[in-house]
């Protein structure tokens, strides 16, 4: 699938069938989120891949809206070293792989993480440095659920040229 398609296709998958995933794919999706921009290249992120029935459930519980969690053949948790530009430097990382995981035939959603209360918790459950902050709770597995699509605004909704 290539780039356009995979962005224009994508979706938010909360309901996953069974079958495990393959440990290169899941390094695949990590790899390009390796890929993302960071402001001055500094790339804060780190990324703890979880596929524990047991800790799938504790991070669905933990999370607010979350519990599908459960249903998941993992989930990528983004953490990012605090910088001045963490946060936008997770969310990149984070699109980067829905991106590859819809390409990739993978279903996927992005679970809040960094303004939440449970961001804490979910660091202690992973054993993440005080320093490091959760940016997003990334579920993923192959699609059990095919969601409609969403209207989108249109580009002459949204694109202004040289003045809004």
Same mark, same amino acid.
């Given at each position: ?7 224009e ?5 909360r ?7 393959p440990?290169? %794919?899941?390094?695949k ?14 790339q804060?992120?780190e ?6 029935? /047991?800790?799938?459930?504790? %991070? ?21 070293? /605090?910088?001045?530009?963490? %946060? ?37 459950? %992973? ?5 490091? &902050? ?16 969403? &209207? ?7 694109l ?5």
């Amino acid at each position: 699938m290539d780039t356009f398609s995979a962005m224009e296709e994508r979706r938010s998958i909360r309901k996953y069938a069974p079958g495990a995933v393959p440990k290169d %794919l899941i390094e695949k999706l990590v790899e390009a989120a390796r890929y993302a921009p960071s402001a001055r290249a500094i790339q804060p992120w780190e990324f703890v891949v979880v596929t524990h029935t /047991e800790v799938l459930k504790e %991070l669905g519980r933990l999370a607010t809206n979350g519990a599908f969690l459960e249903g998941a053949a993992f989930c990528i948790a983004v953490f990012c070293r /605090e910088t001045k530009y963490y %946060l936008e430097d997770g969310c990149a990382a984070t699109e980067n792989i829905l991106i590859a995981a819809a390409a990739s035939g993978l279903g996927a959603c992005w679970i809040a993480g960094d303004k939440k209360p449970y961001a804490s918790e979910v660091a202690r459950l %992973l054993q993440v440095p005080p320093d490091v &902050r959760l940016v997003s709770l990334i579920s993923a597995g192959w699609p059990a659920e095919e969601p409609a699509a969403i &209207r989108r605004r249109g580009l002459g909704e949204v694109l202004h040229w040289e003045k809004y």
